[in-house]
């Protein structure tokens, strides 16, 4: 790392954190998660360390996802969570505070920016800006924004999905729904308790997710041996699942993807409308890789849809690029110190 290493773009998720410094690409990609020693109130792991925690701490030690539905629930934590990535990312001895890009929601309140500002700067930002997450999917899946085109975005993340259509640089039409990666999890759960009466953990959920999921039912299904523990007998048990049976149990959320989907085409002018037809729906984040979610999209909508290169990195990808050139997006950033 060099000294001079003083721009970093941090895609703050509720799942997980990426940090990109323009020139290196991502340098860091750990889970948004943070352990803390209830004894004396110390950080004991942030990231990767903290995730294994989840699920296995003594009760002295408490696992805080301090980011619920992609804005901050827990101020303090996440100031502690953003400073040990700042550090990590630009060493701890380096003479100069960085300009910190930090990508937020669609749909965040003025208030939660502001958190969102403030913790950066406490964690050691020398300027903050703070800029919506559709724009920077966008920039970072290479779509020209400032053309006067409609785009559509759609970034599915671990805690919210964000639609937005964008023109000219802006926002023109978006909203932000609470139904992303960690509800289809959570779908998955509930479907394997109520059907096998296994208990499992998000962690499983996730593989089974990542493993076997799908968007839309295949005839060649796949199938995936899930470890749990029994409700009846509280001993650990494992049973089997197949594709077309996570399709059925996380249908509800995915539905609501769509129906988000459909409400910003209901707002949006016919010119861009029409844009977005020839373009096609731009998918990007993480739980964008669901297998067929673009296929679910299309059958739909009517719209063709294709998912980004690197989903999970654009809107990483995104703060380098916007902090690279920031005088081209001034427009479209919100806040600055």
Do not use: W
């Not at 296995?56 to 901050?72: E, F, Q, S």
């Not at 502690?80 to 001895?93: C, E, Q, S």
């Not at 029994?230 to 129906?259: C, H, Q, W, Y």
């Amino acid at each position: 790392m060099s000294v001079f290493t003083t721009k970093l773009g941090i895609d703050l998720g509720t799942a997980n954190t990426l940090v990109y410094v323009p020139g290196q690409g991502i340098v860091l990609n750990e889970p948004s998660v943070v352990a803390v020693n209830l004894m004396d109130n110390r950080v004991v792991a942030v990231g990767g360390e903290a995730k294994d925690m989840v699920g296995k701490a003594p009760d002295t030690i408490m696992v805080y996802k301090p980011m619920k539905d992609g804005v901050i629930a827990d101020y303090r934590i996440t100031e502690a969570m953003l400073r040990y990535y700042i550090n990590k990312a630009i060493g701890r001895f380096n003479l100069f505070k960085p300009d910190v890009m930090i990508s937020v929601p669609a749909g965040v309140t003025s208030t939660e920016r502001r958190a969102v500002i403030e913790a950066a700067m406490r964690a050691g930002a020398k300027n903050a800006y703070v800029v919506k997450e559709p724009i920077l999917a966008a920039i970072g899946a290479g779509i020209p924004i400032y053309e006067a085109c409609g785009h559509m975005v759609v970034d599915i993340g671990g805690g919210t999905t964000d639609v937005a259509v964008i023109s000219l640089g802006g926002i023109v039409s978006s909203t932000s729904v609470k139904h992303a990666g960690n509800k289809i999890d959570q779908a998955i759960a509930d479907y394997i308790k109520k059907t096998f009466n296994l208990a499992i953990g998000d962690k499983t959920a996730e593989e089974v997710k990542i493993s076997v999921g799908s968007a839309v039912p295949i005839e060649d299904e796949m199938s995936y041996t899930i470890k749990g523990r029994d409700f009846m007998t509280g001993l650990p048990r494992s049973a089997e699942v197949r594709t077309n049976e996570i399709v059925r149990a996380i249908d509800n959320e995915l539905k609501e993807i769509v129906r988000a989907i459909k409400a910003v085409f209901q707002d949006t002018p016919p010119e861009l409308s029409a844009d977005v037809i020839d373009q096609g729906i731009v998918l990007t984040g993480g739980s964008s890789q669901l297998r067929n979610l673009a296929e679910l999209i299309f059958r739909k909508t009517g719209v063709k849809a294709y998912v980004a290169e690197e989903a999970l990195y654009c809107v990483a990808k995104g703060t380098g690029i916007a902090l690279d050139h920031i005088d081209v997006y001034k427009r479209s950033i919100i806040s600055k110190r």
